[in-house]
């Protein structure tokens, strides 16, 4: 795995997502011959209200330390979040073929949580907008999707996608390591 895919993948997972990371998009060609259009660096998603806790002594909510989330996600606290990530060692910027609707098709079916009716207004409002709530038709819980590039530099703002630069990514991981390091440390066995 590509080091930058690796460092997102944890911090996108110390925010409480779950991951899956280089993703094929395969299709058929003329030739009837199969073939990789592209891949997507990483989907995540997140569910409302997740935390990544560890249990402080005694049994229950109550006595949980709650590590929180980076803000500059920009979590929603009433949905589902899925991010469609595209992760580059330099600029932050999208492969020419995330926008697809191949690429942009097969990463909603993967989670399977919008309905086949929505699927071609969510594909053309994320190739639009860089991001689509789908919120009804069956859904039981509403989701928000979006684009976004990981990449060096500075903060800048996307075409039509979010952007979130390395350097926070890495910075909020090693805060995260510095700031809980003896929840982190080895855990001795009694």
């Not at 030739?31 to 560890?54: C, K, N, Q, W, Y």
């Not at 060692?89 to 989670?111: C, H, I, Q, S, W």
């Not at 703002?157 to 909020?172: D, M």
């Amino acid at each position: 795995m590509n080091p930058a895919v690796s460092l997102v993948r944890t911090y996108l997972k110390l925010n409480s997502y779950f991951t899956a990371t280089e993703l094929p998009v395969i299709k058929k060609g003329d030739d009837g011959m199969f073939f990789e259009v592209t891949d997507i660096d990483i989907l995540a998603l997140r569910f409302p209200e997740a935390s990544h806790i560890v249990a402080q002594g005694r049994p229950g909510p109550l006595d949980d330390l709650h590590f929180p989330p980076d803000p500059a996600l920009d979590i929603p606290s009433d949905a589902m979040d899925l991010i469609i990530g595209e992760v580059k060692e330099g600029r932050p910027r999208l492969n020419p073929r995330m926008k697809e609707d191949d690429t942009l098709y097969r990463a909603l079916v993967r989670f399977g949580f919008c309905p086949p009716d929505r699927l071609e207004q969510a594909v053309h409002e994320l190739q639009s907008r860089g991001e689509t709530w789908v919120r009804n038709g069956g859904v039981a819980i509403p989701s928000r999707v979006r684009i976004a590039a990981f990449g060096d530099g500075d903060e800048q703002p996307g075409e039509g996608y979010t952007v979130i630069p390395l350097r926070r990514v890495a910075n909020f991981v090693m805060d995260h390591l510095k700031q809980y390091h003896a929840v982190l440390h080895p855990v001795r066995r009694d």
